[in-house]
């Protein structure tokens, strides 16, 4: 194959040159996504005429992430990781000029149907993570995920800041202001998917495979390699618990983080106060991102998902304990941050223990598993804590974060592979 000819010199551009591109085109996409999501609800409520149907938009989002996740990872497997993203956010776009006329036109539901098309843009653009990892050997792995997640915090930091230049921009435009998010975040997606085409070249897949061919002639085998089922595949021990990290990581994270907001307004807190806390708890998740990757690459991936769970322990026992913003500031950043750990260091386990030629639908799958648990928990927790208050959903988050310790403590014990080799170094 001619990818094979490619000289070490040119591997490491390639390399970087995937990163740049990747960690530029995520910026983009949470930017647009957060600058039209801080209006979501409002407009939901504004074009159905009910309060009770702000959140519909949002759980719609997610199930069309969900149900994209699959079949974007099978494009990628057959077509390229570059085919995969373009076709994601292609479908983001669509998404966002729907929203933005339904909105201009009054119709909740071509709104609706556009966060459908926007959630499978998202399906796309969160297994950049995954595209990024595999083009760098399993030692360095977790560190490149841990920078495109960093990514985001751009876009939490600036998303925000452009709804009011968008609503400026909508008024040249004689439309309504509210489509304004919508109207720039479409063309900051065209910015990305021109970026996603023109330069992540050669394609991350070929990369990839060129990459485990080396390791493979560095380390030969005599076992011939049988091609496995995705049955197969997610029965592996490595995989279950990457995949139990991401999930239940996301779950804690969403049940706690949902509801936080509410619990203040129950007991008085201004919207600055409410503002502060979930700001701190954007810090969290994303603000170490590069630091959690790199230490990842030296403690292992095993303990730092049971450290994130730890760390999850302890945001879900402060949570109830005081109503005061310093307190609740603490649990809601060490809640990103057990995110921010099991999340960076799961996604490392599964890209480990997959072939190139299995990671876009394995990944894929793993994608829409986490879009469920991310739904699961928004729509369960007002019912939990209409039940038992913010001690009863700090109470679930607690029982899945200690069942996520016992886990991976249990298969780490027995499973040595998911350690990386020269780790604990």
């Given at each position: 194959?001619?990818?094979?000819l490619i000289t070490a010199s040119a591997q490491t551009s390639a390399q970087r040159r995937t990163v740049a591109t990747l ?87 071509f709104f609706c149907a556009g966060a459908v098309l926007i959630g499978m843009g998202r399906s796309a653009s969160e297994q ?298």
């Amino acid at each position: 194959m001619a990818a094979t000819l490619i000289t070490a010199s040119a591997q490491t551009s390639a390399q970087r040159r995937t990163v740049a591109t990747l960690f530029t085109t995520q910026s983009l996409f949470s930017a647009a996504t957060i600058a039209a999501f801080t209006l979501t609800a409002i407009v939901a409520a504004d074009l159905s005429g009910r309060d009770s149907l702000a959140g519909v938009p949002a759980t719609i989002q997610m199930l069309g992430r969900a149900a994209a996740a699959y079949p974007i990872g099978v494009l990628m497997d057959r077509s390229g990781r570059r085919a995969g993203l373009t076709v994601g956010f292609a479908a983001a776009i669509a998404g966002l000029l729907l929203s933005a006329l339904a909105i201009d036109g009054g119709s909740f539901l071509f709104f609706c149907a556009g966060a459908v098309l926007i959630g499978m843009g998202r399906s796309a653009s969160e297994q950049s993570r995954f595209i990024g990892a595999e083009v760098f050997p399993q030692w360095q792995r977790a560190r490149i995920i841990g920078i495109l997640v960093f990514a985001g915090t751009i876009g939490s930091v600036g998303g925000p800041l452009l709804v009011i230049p968008a609503t400026h921009l909508a008024e040249r435009f004689a439309m309504n202001t509210e489509a304004g998010p919508y109207l720039l975040g479409a063309g900051l997606m065209v910015v990305a998917l021109a970026i996603t085409f023109g330069f992540l070249r050669p394609d991350p897949k070929t990369l990839g495979a060129l990459l485990d061919s080396q390791e493979e002639a560095a380390h030969p085998t005599t076992a011939a390699k049988s091609v496995r089922t995705l049955r197969q595949i997610l029965g592996q021990a490595n995989v279950l618990v990457a995949l139990a990290a991401m999930i239940i990581g996301q779950l804690v994270m969403t049940l706690l983080m949902v509801i936080t907001p509410l619990y203040m307004r129950h007991h008085d807190h201004t919207t600055a106060a409410i503002s502060g806390v979930i700001m701190a708890h954007t810090l969290g998740m994303f603000g170490l991102s590069a630091f959690t990757g790199w230490l990842i690459d030296r403690l292992g991936r095993a303990p730092m998902i049971m450290l994130g769970a730890l760390v999850l322990v302890v945001s879900a026992l402060l949570a109830p304990l005081s109503t005061g913003v310093p307190l609740l500031a603490t649990s809601l950043f060490l809640l990103g941050l057990g995110w921010n750990f099991t999340f960076i260091a799961g996604s490392s386990l599964l890209s480990d223990a997959l072939e190139s030629h299995e990671r876009g639908r394995v990944q894929g799958v793993s994608e829409a598993l986490v879009a469920l648990a991310s739904g699961a928990g928004s729509l369960g927790t007002g019912g939990v804590f209409a039940a038992g208050g913010m001690g009863a959903v700090a109470a679930v988050g607690l029982a899945f974060s200690l069942a996520l310790i016992a886990w991976a403590f249990w298969i780490g014990r027995r499973q040595s592979a998911l350690v990386v080799p020269g780790s604990l170094n």
